[in-house]
């Protein structure tokens, strides 16, 4: 499975922006998939999964009530609808396949995407 994050870019503070996580290859509908972000000079954090089916999701603290994980397998994509953007929130957003959607470790991630930077200005 090959993944490619889009829809980053320079927004504003309480923008809504959607990023978007494209997949390759029939066994993607078998793979959660992970969003994270990493900030610079920062560790990779997650921000949310969901479960190959899509009835399961995660979500960090932080992002919960503004972010919401959605997938439609139909189109191999996964997407991260991002409310209320707060200058915190920039970062270079990544997604990633796991096995267990309740993994939050980066370690337990694989097929990493490229990235998309959001930048949210205040």
């Known amino acids: 499975v090959q993944l490619q994050a889009s829809g980053g870019g320079l927004v504003q503070a309480g923008d809504s922006p959607r990023l978007s996580c494209a997949a390759s290859?029939?066994?993607?509908?078998?793979?959660?998939i992970g969003w994270f972000r990493q900030a610079p000079g920062k560790e990779r954090e997650f921000v949310a999964a969901?479960?190959?089916?899509?009835?399961?999701?995660y979500y960090k603290d932080s992002v919960k009530g503004r972010f919401t994980i959605s997938r439609e397998n139909a189109k191999n994509t996964v997407y991260l609808q991002m409310n209320s953007l707060k200058p915190e929130d920039t970062a270079v957003y990544y997604c990633a396949t796991t096995l267990e959607s309740r993994s939050n470790s980066p370690e337990e991630y694989g097929n990493w995407g490229q990235g998309t930077l959001v930048t949210v200005s205040s």
């Open positions: 969901i479960s190959g089916s899509g009835v399961r999701t």
């Open positions: 290859g029939r066994t993607y509908s078998l793979y959660a």
